[in-house]
Nanobody, 129 residues
């Protein structure tokens, strides 16, 4: 059974940092791209970042590029999202998700929600003013 469990959310001040973790089970992280999405109140779900071992690619949405870094440890079946320079408009529930297309990189999979079949429960990120 495919399972994704996020953790690491919390409350930070503007300009602060936070690292999210996603522990994956039920599939081989070496062969499937995995991504982070977020959804804030009153906003649509937004793809944040993607990482794939298949071609070593990563992908970032413009709003977080240069501030967030995605990485993973295949041996630990864990994906991370290191968030720095957090802004008041970054707060949202952050979700980890993976797709069913083995061997495809992030440039092909993209950050569109319909391409992702498995989702975690989400972790809340809040930024104080």
């Amino acid at each position: 059974q495919v399972q994704l469990v996020e953790s690491g959310g919390g409350l930070v001040q503007p300009g602060g940092s936070l690292r999210l973790s996603c522990v994956a089970s039920g599939f081989d992280l070496d062969y499937y791209a995995i991504s982070w999405f977020r959804q804030a109140p009153g906003k649509a779900r937004e793809g944040v970042s993607c990482i794939s071992t298949a071609d070593g690619s990563t992908k970032y949405v413009d709003a977080v590029r240069g501030r967030f870094t995605i990485s993973k440890d295949n041996a630990k079946s864990t994906v991370y999202l290191q968030m720095t320079s957090l802004k008041p408009d970054d707060p949202a529930v952050y979700y980890c998700a993976t797709n069913t297309y083995a061997g495809l990189g992030c440039g092909i999979i993209g950050l569109a929600s319909p391409r992702y079949a498995y989702w975690g429960q989400g972790t809340q990120v809040s930024v104080s003013s």
